[in-house]
């Protein structure tokens, strides 16, 4: 029986908070926000749901690496569900307090220096693996393992949306995590492989058309950052082409690029009369207020493309996951293929399964047992060859 804590309290926290408690052979689950009630709430939940007392919410300032060091001291695993510019800090109080620790990522610079502390977690015993939700995380897995299906390949493609149940409001779109993470995708360059070297695309460009089977249908993707995370700094020169794209229905790139063509994606205050205001903080506010939408559901859709040989013959692989709104638990599609994936990694370091230091999740964790208990929570992964 493991002793877990989930930092952060919210969709994604709450998810793998669950998971944890089910699936994870938990002893207990703390449960630590800034918000003490909100901590509360969601163990609450997550007692309700496991049918058992097994979860514990706590208050926590994630900004006071004492505070959390103390946390994590005597428990065998954490995750990190807290915005990324905590999770540098949160990786050395970790090391300190030797509790293994994985995170959702969300920052390419940021993850690239807890993987700066290799040597200090592997002296300590600690597993630390950033980039564990959906996109990076079940996408670099899955990429991972389609080449192990594959004596050679040439090229991977990654494409990765949550959508919507249908195309709704002024973006096609509602929101299933938060603005500012999302607007982080739009934005900044892209790390991809051309011609087996790695290279920077910026976001919001080379859009292509993909169909899915319905009720998905006909969709569009587009290069956004930060969706392969160190993947192209490990696979380089070992193959080709290597490219991430984020899936959405027709129409929605050309908004974005109005949207930053006005400038509101930029971070640089504007005065106006008496204030000064970030168009980003901005749009942040609105797109919380205009793109909830609670009564349409969402999925998330992903594929990943492989192509090479296998057996001395040309061999395309098509890796795809289609996943939706569980009415039973409540958890949405964006938090089971984010939380979970992240919930499984946690739960493997706990077991001690994988070796210690700060690794890429694509290094650390085995694609084959990962995905047999990815599909024990009843998250399929559909299989083609060509």
């Known amino acids: 029986m493991n002793r877990y804590v989930v930092l952060g309290a919210g969709r994604q926290g709450t998810a793998a ?32 749901l496991a049918s058992r007392d097994v979860a514990r919410g706590v208050a926590l300032d994630a900004g006071d690496p004492v505070a959390v060091r103390g946390l994590l001291e005597g428990q065998d695993a954490a995750l990190s569900a807290l915005p990324y510019r905590f999770n540098v800090e949160v990786t050395r109080a970790a090391i300190a307090g030797r509790c293994h620790l994985a995170d959702l990522g969300g920052n390419t610079g940021v993850v690239r220096t807890q993987h700066a502390m290799h040597r200090e977690a592997e ?5 630390v693996v950033p980039d564990c939700g959906l996109a990076p995380g079940l996408g670099n897995t899955l990429a991972v393992h ?21 195309p709704v409001g002024p973006l096609g779109y509602k929101l299933v995590f938060s603005p500012e993470g999302l607007t982080n995708e739009y934005t900044g360059p892209a790390q991809v492989l051309r011609g087996a070297r790695r290279v920077e695309v910026e976001a919001l460009t080379e859009p292509e058309e993909l169909v899915f089977e319905e009720p998905v249908g006909r969709c569009e993707a587009f290069i956004t950052s930060g969706g392969l995370s160190t993947l192209p700094w490990t696979l380089e020169g070992r193959l080709a082409e290597l490219d991430y794209k984020t899936v959405r229905y027709p129409g929605h790139l050309e908004k974005l690029r109005l949207l930053a063509e006005l400038g509101l994606l930029e971070t640089r205050p504007v005065a106006l009369r008496s204030a000064s205001v970030a168009p980003r903080e901005l749009l942040h506010a609105l797109l919380e207020e205009r793109l909830r939408y609670p009564e349409v559901t969402d999925r998330v859709v992903l594929r990943v493309v492989a192509e090479g040989e296998r057996s001395g013959r040309p061999h395309r692989l098509e890796l795809e996951v289609h996943e939706v709104h569980d009415p039973i638990t409540g958890f949405t599609a964006m938090e089971r293929t984010t939380a979970f994936p992240a919930a499984i990694v946690v739960a493997q370091c706990a077991a001690g399964e994988l070796a210690p230091g700060a690794r890429p999740l694509e290094v650390a964790v085995p694609p084959g047992p990962f995905v047999e208990r990815l599909e024990s929570r009843g998250i399929q992964v559909r299989r083609r060859d060509v």
């Open 17 to 48: 908070a669950y998971d944890l408690a089910v699936h994870g052979g938990a002893a207990s689950v703390l449960l630590a926000d800034a918000d003490a009630v909100r901590a509360r709430e969601a163990a609450a939940r997550v007692n309700r």
């Open 123 to 127: 002296a300590a015993g600690v597993t």
């Open 146 to 166: 389609a080449l192990g299906q594959q004596d050679r390949t040439y090229r991977l493609r990654v494409r990765c949306g949550g959508l919507p149940e249908r």
